[in-house]
């Protein structure tokens, strides 16, 4: 079982929010789940600038596309364009179904992906099966460095 992990949630939705934390902190595993709303946030978060510099880089990234400015396929593309953090697993949120979503996040190398369900309390159930593979049953890679 993993421990000691760093999951970055890049999600703009109060409610998500609490939700898949809760979840995921209902497992009771040794993780560390930092949140940013934005895109530029996350890119920061993992450049590790502007009030982020102290930032480790996640075990995983769990990246809703529908967020404020920009679409999260922009950061995904950068996580996978970087040397340093392309091993990253991403899995990609979204509550609107659209193949071609679909396909894009797939051609920009997202690990998985993964449509909202609309009932609030399955958000939190998905959010226990997405620890309960990634995080108990995946081996991730070693990120956590600074």
């Not at 978060?45 to 990234?61: S, W």
């Not at 997202?110 to 369900?117: E, G, Q, V």
């Not at 009932?119 to 600074?146: C, G, H, Q, R, Y």
Request: with cysteine; aromatic share 6%; charged share 30%.
């Amino acid at each position: 079982m993993a421990k000691n992990l760093e999951i970055l949630l890049v999600e703009d939705n109060q409610t998500d929010i609490v939700l898949l934390k809760k979840g995921i902190e209902a497992e009771s595993l040794e993780v560390n789940i930092e949140v940013v709303e934005t895109v530029e946030e996350g890119i920061n978060y993992l450049r590790k600038e502007n009030g982020f510099e102290d930032a480790l880089n996640p075990n995983l990234i769990i990246l809703d596309l529908n967020l404020p400015k920009d679409s999260g396929l922009k950061l995904l593309e950068f996580v996978k364009a970087d040397s340093t953090l392309k091993t990253i697993p991403v899995i990609v949120l979204t509550s609107s179904f659209d193949e071609s979503r679909i396909d894009e996040s797939y051609q920009r190398h997202a690990s998985c992906f993964i449509n909202k369900p609309e009932n609030l309390s399955e958000l939190t159930n998905m959010s226990k099966s997405i620890v309960d593979f990634w995080l108990k049953v995946a081996i991730l890679p070693k990120n956590n460095s600074k």
